[in-house]
């Protein structure tokens, strides 16, 4: 199972923004769902050895997470507009906690940042996804359950970057420009792949 965790520092945690202007209204929860997008889906299906967890940290005293788990999530569609849609639907649930209790369709949500979703990843391997990293290429990555964390157009704010440190995170590069945190996920998946093939078993939608 790989896992990603995207850090989203400006990110709304409410449903309180508006699908017809999702970068201008959201605080760039766009940048995250397009991460969603390449970390979740590809043609005609989705990865089912993938989890995403969204950390919006945009709204003051509210942060929330959502969690989008490829093993059992259904009806995902890949464009931005109807993947925002879900995730605004989800934020307005009436039952939230502070932990993942509320689940529907393999999105889950849960008021808290990004301690829950490293407390909900216990016991995988952490990496952080960061140009000056080691060379994915030169990479050892063969732990069964990786996870990487990956920054917004931000990057990550300091708080975030001393408590993945201090998670023993090994930095990777997936080359030597910077790229969008969505298509960062795109070459690391790529050259996961092409190391694990089984890896990255689908189903179609
Ligand atoms: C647009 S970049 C962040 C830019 C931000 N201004 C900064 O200086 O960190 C978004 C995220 O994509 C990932 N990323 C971008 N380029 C990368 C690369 N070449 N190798 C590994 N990760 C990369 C990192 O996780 C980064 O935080």
């Keep these: 199972v790989r896992s990603f965790i995207l850090v989203g520092q400006t990110a709304v945690g409410s449903p309180d923004f508006s699908l017809d202007d999702l970068p201008g209204s959201s605080g760039r929860l766009d940048i995250l769902l397009r991460a969603l997008q390449s970390a979740l889906l590809i043609s005609h299906g989705l990865r089912r050895d993938t989890l995403a967890y969204l950390v919006l940290l945009g709204t003051p005293g509210c942060p929330s997470v959502v969690r989008v788990d490829g093993r ?11 993947l925002g849609g879900r995730i605004k639907n989800a934020l307005g649930w009436k039952s939230i906690r502070q932990d993942f209790s509320e689940d529907r369709q393999g999105i889950a949500v849960a008021r808290g940042g990004i301690e829950l979703a490293i407390a909900d990843l216990e016991g995988s391997t ?20 990786p996870t990487f964390f990956v920054g917004d157009h931000l990057g990550f704010d300091r708080g975030t970057r001393e408590r993945i440190e201090r998670l023993g995170a090994t930095a990777i590069s997936v080359g030597p420009i910077r790229l969008h945190a969505d298509q960062a996920i795109v070459v690391l998946h790529n050259e996961l792949d092409r190391r694990e093939p089984l890896c990255a078993t689908t189903t179609p939608q």
């Design 72 to 82: 059992v999530a259904e009806f995902l569609r890949p464009d931005e507009r109807s």
């Design 126 to 145: 952490p990496f952080v996804l960061e140009e000056a990293g080691v060379d994915v290429r030169a990479a050892e990555l063969t732990a069964e359950h």
